[in-house]
């Protein structure tokens, strides 16, 4: 259970108070306000703020006085107009505020992303939390033999069972041996000084869980998006950019459904790509002799086209 | 007038629909949502949108569940602490969206500011408004004797008129060749191509007027105000700093107070000015000889200390 | 000509005195080191640093404690499949730095790239040159008629020739007053005060040649030839990033050819586009009215797949 | 010992071939190219690049077609200028690239500076080396008992060897599972899947050993260096900054002298503190009740002033 008794009922009181305001609401997220949506076995996103919504696109592209176009259809096309042009400023003029709660292991993938506003949990300020995420038998899977940084089959049985265990084990054994080092008494209840947590914390594993706020823009968070929720992307940061996509479909509907035309179901072709399928139009059979490709490339090339 | 009754009316409309949100709402930064705040002879400052406000500032700083603390007085001295060891990620999680109306060559020293997301009117797409930044004449000041990037004493008698008469007449008579190259009639009526607005945009002076939508972080905001609210600041861009200030003062007011006592009252020490400093407050005569200083560094640290 | 003869002499002096280094060397840009390519009337680009060469992104890549690999032909592979999975940080541990002579208005176009260093000769401190961009006759072109933010024809005859004496009339009077306004004397030769430059300068058009010195990564230099080295840019910025890009070509040949191959010769497809193709590939015929695009969407589409 | 024999052998053949360049060389960083400089137990830094020198930073200040000035005295005046004005671009002219190994905790701190460039060695693709950090005896120190996120006296006796004892047996103990969950075989030789490597190294603690390319510009290198090589930075990343530091002045000795002086040694008063000082150079007894100040920051005030 990711919230305690006093953080949801936080969450409940900053739900049971709306205000008044003059700037553009979006009445889809608002509904996801404060709300933490469960992620992995103990992570969580929850969205704490936003600014902006669709209009505001349209407003700033425009630099106008008023709100957005006359019509959401205008507004629509104008926006699917920015995307396919690949114009990032107005997708900048929208902004989201999320609070996270994720393994070490993926918040070093996710830091990554530099255009964005961080906040984590200070481990030199305070103790953390005993949590460990440990995937689900679904998710233990093999190493795969194509892919140099992806998983094969699932395993199984005994196998299975033995990394659980270790993972389990080895988790929870460093986790008491942190609180064994801070603590200002021994076991045997006599007094010790108690190792810095600066130091301590060393001693805890990458799937440990920490938390941070972290704010981006529109534009730099779909370019995360089409990263992290790619099916390339590790499964364990894919399900936080999954989540979060969840929350701007409602958010900003229309740049969201630009954005999954034109970049996650779209494709990039190179110019061999290009000439490959022209030929190809036009009646020829080509095949990787031709191609002009290597051949990683072109396994790519028929994974999509055949 | 910067603004067409047209305008006014669709500000007026914006601040006439009230809705309902659950976000951190600022009832300072409320009242001045869209309004337009005049600056120089035709600009303007506009807020658009916000996002966060001090106890969002407080709340990031602790990754905390719920909003700031429990008590002001706790805010504000964690507000305090984090920008005297500038801490800059908790100011990050508060937002700004302006919409500026400012003559070209002030909008050329604003966008040196990288760390902003901004749509500027496009003047390959539209034709520019006949606007153009004319000083007022206690602003129109000669040349600096002392400082190479600075104004002296304001100009007089016939050759401020004589100033003032050319800029005008260059940038009117500019304005006039650019809508005559833009049209698609010449003077008497017979039919002409027109050039293009993207190079007929490129006759105009100056001082005309751009508008851009602008959006940035706090932080980065009072990055921007150190520099251009500063006395050294070109005074065309320093007075859109001041109007900006005095909105964030009405935003958050305790970061305001911070930053007012820490960065914009606030010096600057070196190592050597530091250990001038200690010898005179041990009762020691010190002076630029034995300070080890440059002479124009030496002036500077006179003019604060004496 | 954009060089005095102190300028020349300055750069064939730096050419003359190679010296020893142990850092990545590429020939092909020694070669261009320092030399000015002109560009439009007035401009040029000349390089006046760099750092690293294709065997730098592979060797970040692999984090190696050597150069690249064995054999060029794996790191050519290893660079197109960066490019290919858009792996961005291997490319951003090449740095280039250009000394720049451009026109102010296309000048306002390039700093919107906000990933690079910046600094402009200051026009606060210095008095600027006498020189403008006019353009040459075959790019005095009207508005376009189906193209909001391009050129159509060519102007002819009486109107080409009022433009241009529009333009050189305008910025050669622009800067007489200019001058006038800075002077510490009146033409009859009794002494004024002379305007601010940080004033004078706001009378000059925006054809005004500036320079600067402008740095970035190679990540975020293909970036910028993206844009502005496609068809769709204003030709007056597009010819700096043609004449850019034949330096990256001698500088990094294998990471050029892989930026040629799959961004500048590719195509992106929307999941319609891709969605039209499959259907044509299968041999249906799929018009407009099936594809679900707009019609600008379509218009483009048609425009590469016919 | 952090390099291997191949290592070693690769980084003498690095500096066994000097070539020709046309580029600003620095003669004091040259001597430190590719060399290891050892930090904490198993890390080092490692310049692998860099882009200027001194002059550069004058050279673009001034925007010139030549080198620095004439004299190097002025380029030392500009150069203080320039830092004591807080002129961040011309010092963003000058880059280096490192090639950096450090514990992950201390990656978790460095990678929050985000204006740099980073690859880091991947542990989806690469199975990591069985490295630990493992404090020295004079760090393992105890919680501050003043600073919550500091430490206090070193620990001793009994204590200080549990702690070690734990920090070593808990990461060689996750070390052994790592590589037997990632094993194609099990302990007794029968075979099994192996788990993929982008979950087995979620088991392993945050004192195991990463490494990565770190590419920056001269001006965030000395704000990294202000705020990591700081009294306050935990010891383990300040070992690095100093490093880093001791490279720095080898290769722009006056842009380093400059930082010394003005940021390093230097102080920051608020407005409060500059009215205390300014009353007591006047003679007056100021305490913390006159003072305006909370107590936190009258320490600190102190702390510096007496």
Not at 39 to 48: A, Y
Not at 144 to 157: C, M
Not at 224 to 246: G, K, N, P, S
Not at 272 to 288: I, P, Q, S, T, Y
């Amino acid at each position: 259970m990711p919230l305690s008794p006093d953080q949801t009922a936080e969450i409940a009181a900053a739900r049971a108070t709306p205000r008044m305001t003059l700037r553009a609401v979006s009445e889809g997220m608002e509904a996801h306000l404060y709300r933490a949506h469960d992620v992995l076995d103990h992570g969580f996103i929850r969205v704490i703020d936003y600014m902006g919504d669709d209009a505001a696109i349209v407003q700033a592209a425009r630099v106008s006085y008023g709100a957005g176009t006359k019509h959401v259809s205008n507004d629509e096309g104008l926006i699917r107009y920015l995307m396919r042009h690949w114009h990032s400023t107005p997708f900048e003029m929208c902004e989201i505020k999320l609070h996270v709660k994720l393994p070490v292991f993926v918040a070093r993938q996710w830091i990554r992303h530099r255009t964005a506003n961080v906040n984590e949990y200070s481990a030199r300020y305070s103790i953390l939390d005993r949590e460990f995420y440990i995937p689900a038998p679904d998710q233990l899977a093999a190493q795969s033999t194509v892919n140099n940084q992806g998983r094969g089959a699932v395993l199984e049985g005994a196998e299975a069972a033995r990394v659980l265990d270790l993972l389990k084990s080895d988790a929870g054994r460093a986790f008491d041996h942190y609180e064994a080092m801070l603590a200002d008494t021994q076991p045997d209840g006599s007094p010790q000084q108690g190792l810095a947590r600066e130091l301590a914390r060393m001693n805890l594993p990458m799937n440990t869980y920490t938390q941070w706020y972290w704010k981006t823009d529109l534009h730099n968070l779909f370019h995360f998006l089409r990263l992290r929720a790619d099916a390339h992307a590790q499964y364990e940061i894919r399900v936080y950019a999954e989540a979060i996509a969840a929350c701007v479909k409602d958010w900003v509907p229309l740049a969201h459904a630009a954005f999954e035309d034109y970049r996650m179901g779209g494709e990039n072709l190179s110019a061999k790509a290009v000439a490959v399928l022209k030929r190809r139009l036009a009646g020829e059979v080509v095949g990787w002799e031709e191609s002009g490709m290597s051949k990683g490339e072109w396994r790519e090339f028929v994974g999509v086209w055949g």
